[in-house]
């Protein structure tokens, strides 16, 4: 039985913060934990990233520029062409191949992700800010329940992300945010205590780096990562589990 619909958004600072490593290995953890129906969706245009982790090498899949319809909304058939099912629980869209010269129009979006919450329990999206940052009348941040945006620890990403979270301060009342660093323990230009000072947002998380995990990660897939007690991995189980705590577990295994 269906319990909600929660859409959790991740950002970044940042291109190379780790928020497609991040959202990735939670969407996998929680599909191999869980019974709950996970969607994933990349919609980082132009970028293979996540054909290379999931060894798809299927260039045709469709992806949902190819059902953006500017005067017609998107139903249940079009969402089945661009969904792509794993053996688990976990579904996946991937993103265009191609730089889109269109902005997709929030009410496309909107009557998108209702479907999307209708029939999953949870979506998650790892979106790059630009995607529609500056849209002041409807973005896709307004149909998340949570944005956590990934940033690291150097002085461009501190200056980015308390841009970010001006920008979000100001326009978006209702959104949900946490901040996670990553990669701490690389000889931050910006040293973790005083990080705490200069982001002007509480930080919910320092996500350590492990050269071996992302190694994995990239060879053999993210959901095989869990396989070991370190502290990257469980930092990443600790996020995800936050995801879903207040979530009833009648539906858990």
């Known amino acids: 039985m269906k319990i909600f619909g929660k859409v959790i958004i991740f950002t970044g600072s940042k291109g190379g913060c780790g928020q497609s490593f991040?959202?990735?290995c939670i969407a996998n953890y929680l599909a191999m934990k869980t019974n709950y129906n996970i969607l994933m969706i990349d919609m980082n245009t132009g970028s293979r990233d996540s054909r290379t982790i999931y060894h798809t090498v299927n260039e045709e899949i469709m992806t949902i520029a190819d059902i953006y319809y500017e005067k017609k909304k998107p139903a249940i058939e079009d969402i089945k062409k661009v969904i792509?099912?794993?053996k688990n629980s976990l579904s996946y869209i991937f993103p265009p191949l191609k730089q889109q010269n269109k902005i997709f129009k929030y009410l496309f979006l909107k009557n998108l992700f209702k479907l999307f919450t209708g029939i999953f329990d949870l979506v998650i999206v790892d979106c790059d800010m630009f995607v529609d940052f500056n849209i002041k009348n409807g973005s896709i941040f307004d149909l998340s329940d949570e944005l956590i945006i990934v940033s690291l620890a150097d002085k461009v990403s501190?200056?980015?992300i308390n841009s970010i979270i001006s920008y979000f301060l100001k326009s978006k009342d209702n959104l949900n945010?946490?901040?996670i660093i990553n990669k701490y323990n690389i000889k931050p230009s910006v040293s973790i205590l005083k990080l705490n000072s200069l982001v002007r947002y509480p930080i919910s998380q320092f996500i350590p780096y492990d050269r071996d995990i992302e190694n994995l990660?990239?060879?053999k897939g993210p959901a095989s990562i869990f396989k070991y007690n370190l502290k990257?991995?469980?930092d990443i189980r600790q996020i995800a589990e936050s995801i879903i705590k207040d979530i009833p577990d009648n539906n858990n295994n």
């Open 158 to 160: 501190v200056s980015n």
């Open 232 to 234: 990257i991995v469980n």
């Open 177 to 179: 945010i946490k901040i």
């Open 22 to 24: 991040t959202a990735n």
């Open 217 to 219: 990660y990239l060879t």
């Open 84 to 86: 792509v099912n794993f």
